[in-house]
C-alpha cells in the first residue's frame, strides 16, 4: 500500500482517530464516584467560584491546551472546512502530549468571519490554559491573534506565524556563527509574504538581523515602497531595492528565506549569492530548490535547512510549540512574548552545539550528528528539548512579569525530567548527591569514543572527575573531532611510570600464580590498572565493561579490589522503573545459584542501593511458593534467607519470604490473604531465587513490561566499581557514574558498607 491506503487504516483502526481522555484520579468504588461527581464534586466548585484562580488547583486546566482551527488554510491542502481539518487537530494534540506532556482538545470551528471566530474562542477561556491557533489564513489570523492577545489573559500562539520563526531562527543564529558572519550584517531574502513569513522577518529582527537588510519577495516580486499593491501587514517589510524579481534580489545576498513554493530557485540564483550562503528552502512538500541542488551549486560551505525530515537541518514546528506551551503553561503565562519565543530560539540554538545522545543518533539512522553546517538545529525526537527550552521560556515569562507563578527552575528541571519517566526523576536523586561533593572514577576503557563523551558530560554537569585510561593522543583526537573543549585526566599505559601500580598488583596476586614479569604486563591493562588505582586510593571508583563480556570484566576488580572486609559476594542489581513504581532486582548478573546465606547477602546489599536512591527497602525473596506452601530444596533457600534476615538485629527494613512474584507486588495479596506477613506494602527489592530467573525476569519487565532499566550496578566490592554492559550508551555511563560517586561519598563517610 501507499502513504495515502496506510494513513487511512492508521486513523480508521478501532477506535477512529488519534486521541482519548483518561482519567488521573482512581474511579474504583463508590466513594470514588461521589468525588469525581455529585456529590463531592461541589466542594472544588465552590471554591472556584470564591477564587477563580483555584481553577489551576483544582481542574486540569494549567495543563490543557484548546488546538483551534477553522480549517481555512491546512498545509498543502488548502481551505478544507472545518470538519476536514480535524484529523490535523488531533495530530497536533499527539504532538503536544508526546513531546512535553500536555493535553489537548482540538476545536474546529465551522467559521469564516474573523470576529465569529474571536468572540468564541474567547468564550473559552475558562475552559483552557492556552490557545494554539492553527491553519487560519492571512490576513485573517493576524486579526485573529493580535484580538484575542489582547482581550484573554492566557497565552494565544498562532504556531504557523512563529512556530517556524523561532525554529529558523535557532538556525540562523548557529549557522550565522559557523559561516562567521554577524547577525545585523547578514543581508536577507524573504521568497513568500505570508502569514509564516512575515513572523519570520519580524522575528530575525528580534534575534538581530538589521531590518533594512531585508528584501521581502512575493509572487509579483520585491516588496518596495513605490508598490501600491501591498496590504497593511506586508508594507512592514517594503523597503527600497534596484531588484525586479527573486533572481536579482538574490544576487548578493547572504540568506535566502524560503516560504513560498518549490522550485522557484535555480542553481545559478544560489550560485549568485554572497560567499558560504545561508539556505532556509521551508516551501512542503517540495522546497524552493532541492537539497542536492544547492549544494552541488558552489565549491564553498552551503548550509542549506528545509522543512523535509530526509535531509539535514529540518526546520520543524514540533522543536517550538510543546516546549514554548509547556513553559508558558508551568508558570501560568498570561502572554507568550516575544522575550520568550527568542528565549526558545536561543535555548535550541545553544542545544545544537552540545554532545548528541547516543539514543538520538540511533533514531536517525546512526548518522553522524555534531556541530556544523549538517546540524545546526536539534532533532525533534532529542528528549533534552524539552529541559532545555522549557525552563528557558518559564525564565524569560518571569523576567518580563508576565508570570503569575515563580518557579525554583533547578526544581523546574527535575519535574520536567519527571514528566518523560521515572527513571530520569530517580538518577536526578542521585546525580544530585554526586554534585555535592564529586569523586574520582576511573574510565578503564577510557580510549572509546563513548568514554570520552562520558567524561565530557561528567565535568561539565559537575559528577565526576573522570580519569581516563588510554593512548593520550588518541584520546585528544577523538576529542578534536568531536568538538568536546576539555583537557580530562589521562593516564596513558604505554607513557610508563606504573612500577607503583604493577608492583601492588604483584604483592597482591603474588601467590595467586602472577609472577613479578606478568604483574608488569597486565598492568598494562585498563581494567587491571584502574583496579589498582581504586584499591591504592588514587581513585575512588572504577567503570569498566563497555568493550567486554561482563565475566572477563569482572574479573580483574574482583581478584584486586575484592568484596567488602564483612561481604564475601558481590551481585548485580538492576533498578526497574514504572510511571508509579520502582523495583530493585537481583541478582540479575553475578551469582547462578544462590544458597541462603548468598541471598541473605544479595537482599542486604540490595536495600543498602535502594537507599541511595532515597527509597526505603521492603524486601522480597521470591519463588514459585507462598510461605511454605511447597516444601522442597530449592523453595528452603529464600525461606530460610528471609528467616536469618528477620533474626539478624541489625537489618532495619521488612522483609520477608519465600513468596511468589506477584504476592510480592500486588499490596492486597499481602495485607489480605497473607495479613501475617512482614510486608504490609509492596516490595520494591526484588530478591530471586538464582542468576536464570532474576536475567530473564528484568529482561521481560523492560520489554513487555515498559520498564526502564537502570544497571547493572554492582554491589558488595570493597570500593564503587560497575561493571557496564556492552552497548550501553553515554547515558547508561553517566547514570552508573553518578552510583558510583555517591557510593564513594558514602564509604567517606563511614557509611558505605
Known sequence: MGLDEDSLEYHEQDPPGKLE??????????????????????????????????????????????VVSNGSAVLGLGDIGAAASKPVMEGKGVLFKRFADIDVFDIELDQDDPQDIITSVKAMEPTFGGINLEDIKAPECFVIEEALREEMSIPVFHDDQHGTAIISGAALVNAADVVDKELDELDIVFSGAGASALATARFYVSLGA????????????????????????????????????????????????????????SQEMVQSMADN????????????????????????????????????????????????????????????????????????????????????????????????????????????????????????????????????LEKYVERLEARLGKSREMMRVVLNKAKSDPKRVVLAEGGDEKMIRAAYQLIEQGIAEPVLIGDRERIWAISETLGLDFDPEIVDPEEGNLEAYAERLYKLRKRKGITRREASELIQDGNHLGSVMVEMGDADAMLTGLMHHYPSALRAPLQVIGTAPDVDYAAGVYMLTFKNRVVFCADTTVNQAPDEEVLAEVTKQTAKLARRFNVEPRAALLSYSDFGSVRNEGTAKPRTAAQNLRADPHIDFPVDGEMQADTAVVEEMLTGTYEFSELDEAANVLVFPNLESGNIAYKLLQRLGGAEAIGPMLVGMDKPVHVLQRGDEVKDIVNLAGVAVVDAQERADGDGR
Open 21 to 66: 481522555i483518561s482519567t488521573t484520579k482512581p474511579t474504583n468504588t463508590q466513594r470514588d464516584l461521589s468525588l469525581a461527581y455529585s456529590p463531592g464534586v461541589a466542594a472544588p466548585c465552590r471554591e472556584i467560584r470564591d477564587n477563580p484562580t483555584d481553577a489551576y488547583k483544582y481542574t486540569a486546566k494549567g495543563n490543557l491546551v484548546g
Open 210 to 265: 538589521s531590518k533594512e537588510n531585508i528584501v521581502m519577495c512575493d509572487s509579483s516580486g520585491p516588496i518596495t515602497p513605490d508598490r501600491d499593491d501591498v496590504n497593511e501587514y506586508k508594507r512592514e517589510f517594503a523597503n527600497e531595492t534596484d531588484a525586479t524579481d527573486l533572481a536579482e534580489a538574490m544576487a548578493g545576498a547572504d540568506v535566502f528565506v524560503g516560504l513560498s513554493i518549490g522550485g522557484l530557485v
Open 277 to 408: 550562503p545561508i539556505i532556509f528552502a521551508m516551501a512542503n512538500p517540495d522546497p524552493e530548490i532541492p537539497y542536492e541542488d544547492a549544494k552541488e551549486a558552489r565549491d564553498d560551505t552551503v548550509i542549506m535547512a528545509t522543512g523535509r525530515s530526509d535531509y539535514p537541518n529540518q526546520v520543524n514546528n514540533v522543536l517550538g510549540f510543546p516546549f514554548i506551551f509547556r513553559g508558558a503553561l508551568d508558570v501560568r503565562a498570561t502572554e507568550i512574548n516575544e522575550e520568550m519565543k527568542v528565549a526558545a530560539a536561543r535555548a535550541l540554538a545553544e542545544l545544537a552545539r552540545q554532545d548528541v545522545p547516543d539514543a538520538v543518533v540511533k533514531a536517525y539512522g546512526d548518522q553522524p550528528l555534531q556541530f556544523g553546517p549538517e546540524y545546526i538545529i536539534p532533532k525533534p525526537l532529542d528528549p533534552r528539548v524539552l529541559f532545555e527550552v522549557a525552563p528557558a521560556v518559564a525564565r524569560a515569562a518571569m523576567d518580563a512579569g508576565v508570570a503569575r507563578t515563580e518557579l525554583d
